[in-house]
């Protein structure tokens, strides 16, 4: 079999690619992709990859498809975001559920691919029925606090009211990528020919975003 001189070109990409598909990191592009389960391994890898790419100025990319996990690994990941120093665009395809949704929301800038979904729900755990029942006490009020929190995440960040959002949950509620625009769970879906063009297109709305939800600024009296 006749073997072909790789280019430092090509050799370059085969280890972005390796580099995305083993770790999830494209670091020439700032970009990073979370698929799958959301975990404490998955919420390690990301925030790890996040906070270096967050380090050096300019937009960070992620791409994802989750159908959600552990609440607290999924909360790991969205304040990473929050508290980034550099804008985020995220790109969602398949499905958005559960603890993912927050991360989804926590972005600057949030587009959909056509077919995708989003999925809400109230939180619920796997419980040995054995336990005490001040232990099961507890754990249900831990369980209400977190879906009070998930609650209020979603109506901050979509403009709706912490009643409507309750009802999604309660119901555990679909929505298709243009429905999602409509209830503010993302800014944008995406056709076909915008792919290549993602990043361009965030400029518009990273600005709007920065604008929309950066703290205001407070008034500060003089004191004589």
């Not at 690994?73 to 665009?89: F, H, K, S, V």
């Amino acid at each position: 079999m006749a073997r072909y001189p790789i280019s430092e070109h090509n050799y370059s990409i085969s280890q972005a690619l390796l580099n995305a598909l083993a770790l999830g990191y494209d670091f020439e592009n700032r970009a990073i992709y979370l698929f799958g389960e959301i975990n404490d391994v998955t919420a390690y890898r990301f925030v790890a990859g996040f906070k270096w790419l967050d380090r050096t100025p300019g937009p960070i990319h992620i791409i994802m498809n989750s159908g959600g996990g552990e609440v607290h690994a999924g909360l790991a990941i969205y304040d990473a975001i929050r508290t980034a120093e550099n804008p985020t665009i995220i790109e969602g395809g398949g499905i958005i559920a559960s603890a993912a949704v927050p991360i989804l929301l926590a972005g600057t800038a949030r587009f959909l691919n056509p077919e995708s979904y989003v999925m809400v729900h109230n939180s619920s755990w796997d419980i040995d029925t054995t336990l005490s029942t001040p232990v099961l006490k507890s754990i249900a009020e831990i369980n209400e606090r977190l879906n009070e929190r998930y609650i209020k995440m979603i109506a901050d960040r979509t403009g709706k009211s912490v009643k409507d959002v309750t009802k999604w949950c309660e119901e555990e509620t679909y929505f298709n990528a243009e429905e999602s625009i409509k209830q503010g769970l993302a800014d944008r879906v995406l056709n076909a020919r915008e792919f290549p063009k993602s990043f361009a297109l965030a400029e518009k709305e990273v600005k709007e975003a920065i604008a929309k939800f950066a703290p205001k600024k407070r008034k500060t009296r003089k004191v004589k």
